[in-house]
């Protein structure tokens, strides 16, 4: 089934880590860039909004909506590390700490080190430009970002 929407599940997602609490009618696990523009498409065609959802860590409720949730956590598979060029491509929904642990094996380290960064996930922290103490000396996630793959509403791919 493509889109969960048992009272459960309406209920899990409708919380995150800020004050606010907005019910989703539907929610849809991503595991593939097919499933984002179908559900772009979808949503589309039935005057719903979509609302990407990573670790849930934000505390302004940016993850709460009342359409559809796209839920990134089955998203995160890496794809490739330069250790040459000190580089890696991810997909979005791998968490911060999994992604450092992962890159440690290379010598690598991905630096912005928000507090939440054992739940949090690429996607959110790009979203939000996150950083934390290491940011004073290393920068934001901004800085460490060279090339986005990045799904437009119509649901066109566009590398920004
Ligand atoms: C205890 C705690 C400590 C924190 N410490 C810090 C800190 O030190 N530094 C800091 O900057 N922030 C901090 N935060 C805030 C928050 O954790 C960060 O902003 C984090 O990066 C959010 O990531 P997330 O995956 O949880 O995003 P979510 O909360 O799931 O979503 C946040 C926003 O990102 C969007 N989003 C998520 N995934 C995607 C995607 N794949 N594509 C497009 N948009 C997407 C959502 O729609 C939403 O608008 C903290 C929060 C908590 C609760």
Same mark, same amino acid.
């Given at each position: =089934?493509?889109?969960?929407?048992? *009272?459960?599940?309406?209920?899990?997602?409708?919380?995150?880590?800020?004050?606010?609490?907005?019910?989703?009618?539907?929610?849809?696990?991503?595991?593939?860039?097919?499933?984002?523009?179908?559900?772009?498409?979808?949503?589309?065609?039935?005057?719903?909004?979509?609302?990407?959802?990573?670790?849930?860590?934000?505390?302004?409720?940016?993850?709460?909506?009342?359409?559809?949730?796209?839920?990134?956590?089955?998203? *995160? *598979?890496?794809?490739?590390? @330069?250790?040459?060029?000190?580089?890696?491509?991810?997909?979005?929904?791998?968490? $911060? @700490?999994?992604?450092? %642990?992962?890159?440690?094996?290379?010598?690598? $380290?991905?630096?912005?080190?928000?507090?939440?960064?054992?739940?949090?996930?690429?996607?959110? =922290?790009?979203?939000?430009?996150?950083?934390?103490?290491?940011? %004073? *000396?290393?920068?934001?996630?901004?800085?460490?970002?060279?090339?986005?793959?990045?799904?437009?509403?119509?649901?066109?791919?566009?590398?920004?």
């Amino acid at each position: =089934m493509d889109y969960l929407n048992s *009272k459960a599940t309406l209920e899990a997602y409708s919380s995150d880590s800020s004050i606010y609490t907005v019910a989703p009618k539907l929610v849809r696990l991503v595991n593939s860039t097919g499933d984002i523009v179908n559900t772009l498409q979808f949503a589309g065609q039935n005057g719903m909004t979509v609302t990407p959802r990573g670790g849930g860590t934000g505390v302004v409720g940016g993850a709460l909506g009342a359409g559809i949730i796209l839920d990134f956590s089955n998203f *995160k *598979k890496i794809m490739e590390v @330069d250790t040459d060029n000190r580089t890696v491509v991810t997909q979005v929904g791998i968490i $911060y @700490d999994e992604l450092n %642990l992962f890159l440690r094996k290379s010598g690598l $380290y991905f630096p912005p080190d928000p507090s939440s960064g054992d739940s949090c996930q690429i996607g959110g =922290m790009l979203a939000g430009n996150s950083s934390g103490p290491s940011s %004073l *000396k290393y920068g934001l996630t901004s800085d460490f970002v060279e090339e986005l793959s990045v799904i437009k509403p119509s649901g066109q791919q566009v590398i920004a």
